[in-house]
């Protein structure tokens, strides 16, 4: 099995760098990306403008683009990240420090954990959704899974040209290490009884 990572733009190569010209770099938000909504929301241009070109986690733990899902895959250097709750409320109060390593993103398998037409009977995941989770991550074999970084929109100057969608390979690595980190912040939540908040 193979996976594919979609990545948010970034306008120096995923190097675990703030871009170096983030004001001008919108395809990180809008519908262009991952996670559209919340990068765009959680994009702040203050710090990202005050330090161009530093380490994305520079400002932790007052601000971390949000765009470090994916914009360390190809950094030499180890990232630490603060990942806070989805729910406003809850933002302060659950926090989860982790360090994503060099060469790495964070990623999740939605399709699999998200019951989409099966909400009424299951809510938001499925209860089975941890053995789901590690069925899934068993699938994938060491230095022979393909792990392929992709965008959906190419770059700003070929989005002029086009109304057509785009969809653009940027990479492609074998996987040589997986990490749960998503499972134990979910883990975490639970626990904590804000998921069912």
Same mark, same amino acid.
């Given at each position: ?18 871009? *170096? ?28 403008? $005050? ?23 190809? $950094? ?14 809850? *933002? ?46 068993? *699938? ?53 009884? $804000?998921?069912?908040?």
């Amino acid at each position: 099995m193979h996976v594919t990572i979609r990545m948010a733009w970034h306008d120096h190569g995923w190097d675990g760098k703030i871009c *170096r010209d983030p004001g001008a770099n919108t395809y990180c938000t809008g519908t262009h990306s991952l996670l559209s909504e919340r990068l765009a929301r959680e994009k702040r241009l203050g710090p990202e403008l $005050a330090a161009p070109g530093t380490n994305l986690d520079v400002a932790l733990p007052e601000y971390l683009p949000p765009c470090f899902w994916s914009s360390c895959a190809f $950094a030499d250097d180890p990232t630490a990240t603060l990942h806070r709750h989805p729910f406003g409320y809850l *933002r302060d109060k659950k926090q989860i420090q982790a360090k994503l390593r060099p060469f790495s993103v964070y990623t999740w398998p939605f399709r699999l954990s998200i019951t989409h037409d099966s909400f009424k009977r299951h809510g938001q995941y499925f209860p089975d959704l941890e053995k789901r989770i590690d069925r899934y991550c068993a *699938r994938l074999v060491k230095g022979k899974s393909l792990v392929f970084f992709y965008l959906t929109t190419i770059t700003p100057s070929l989005q002029m040209i086009t109304s057509t969608p785009w969809w653009a390979a940027v990479n492609f690595h074998t996987t040589r290490k997986l990490q749960d980190t998503f499972l134990s912040i979910r883990r975490s939540y639970r626990k904590s009884g $804000a998921e069912r908040a």
